[in-house]
């Protein structure tokens, strides 16, 4: 039988949004590649510190028992192969069992999402998101500088997501960012029966719910949608996931208001969304991942 990862949710991620190497990075960034190998090859056998999604990850990969490989990670980095040694390295050291991976050294890894049926690629490179998203895959900008997640909640992996143009498309937001508040608010309850096209990350939310299903005693996933819709807006929102057949756990209907403090309180390990002021107030408190799609990314 060929080895296939169907059926898995299939995670791709660049070491940076994995682990802490900005220190790293900073020699990368001043163009010398040959010195960034030295450093990580000199740091071989110390283990990096745990990155913005390192908590997602983990927890995700718990997922996996005898009885099933439920979830696939694979690294998909800029890295050149030298210092992908110390990313695995560093996943062993940690536990992660973590076995695939591609480094090209300065190159767009995103290509290799194709074959791989990635359900989510997180990377700190904003062009490698937009040309994933572009393909047609789940993608978000890592924050690297974002607060860590909380550790209150080991058996239980915690991801928000904003509703217009991250879960949903960005019909809705072209009209409010056209036409102002009132004409959102009224073509909403207007088409509150009419479910909204899928967003970017509806695939993702679809698997994380089938994943759910499938359950293990070791790892629950719990969702938040936190948007900042208010009443009578939020129907639609709601009437749409209903449409889709897929539950959110909790749902904040924050009226424009800072999402930061409201994901503080939820603690998830990850939040996705469109706008990048969101992501700022949200990465003081929370891991955190811009979407670079939607009207608000034109």
Do not use: C
């Amino acid at each position: 039988m060929p080895i296939t990862l169907e059926g898995q949710l299939v995670v791709a991620i660049s070491s940076r949004a994995l682990f802490d190497f900005e220190e790293e990075n900073e020699v990368f960034e001043q163009g010398d590649d040959r010195a960034y190998m030295k450093l990580q090859l000199d740091r071989l056998e110390e283990p990096a510190r745990p990155g913005v999604a390192f908590s997602l990850v983990r927890k995700l990969l718990a997922f996996n028992d005898a009885q099933a490989q439920r979830v696939e990670v694979v690294i998909l980095s800029r890295n050149d192969p030298v210092s992908g040694m110390r990313v695995f390295r560093s996943a062993q050291h940690y536990g992660l069992p973590i076995q695939r991976g591609s480094f090209t050294r300065g190159q767009s890894p995103w290509r290799y999402l194709k074959p791989l049926n990635a359900n989510l690629f997180l990377s700190t490179h904003l062009s490698d998101v937009r040309a994933a998203l572009g393909a047609g895959v789940p993608a978000a900008q890592v924050y690297p500088h974002s607060a860590l997640a909380s550790e209150a909640h080991p058996h239980e992996v915690r991801i928000a997501f904003d509703g217009d143009a991250v879960l949903f498309s960005d019909e809705a937001e072209r009209v409010f960012q056209s036409e102002g508040l009132s004409a959102f608010q009224k073509h909403e309850s207007d088409k509150a029966a009419q479910p909204l096209l899928a967003g970017p990350f509806k695939p993702l939310l679809a698997a994380l719910h089938r994943l759910q299903q499938e359950g293990t005693p070791a790892m629950r996933i719990r969702t938040a949608l936190v948007t900042a819709r208010s009443a009578p807006a939020h129907e639609r929102a709601i009437r749409t996931l209903m449409d889709w057949n897929i539950e959110v756990d909790e749902a904040m209907f924050l009226g424009g208001l800072p999402k930061g403090e409201f994901l503080r309180e939820f603690e998830p390990d990850f939040f996705f969304d469109d706008q990048t002021g969101h992501i700022e107030s949200a990465a003081r408190h929370v891991p955190a991942g811009h979407v670079a799609s939607g009207i608000s990314n034109d």
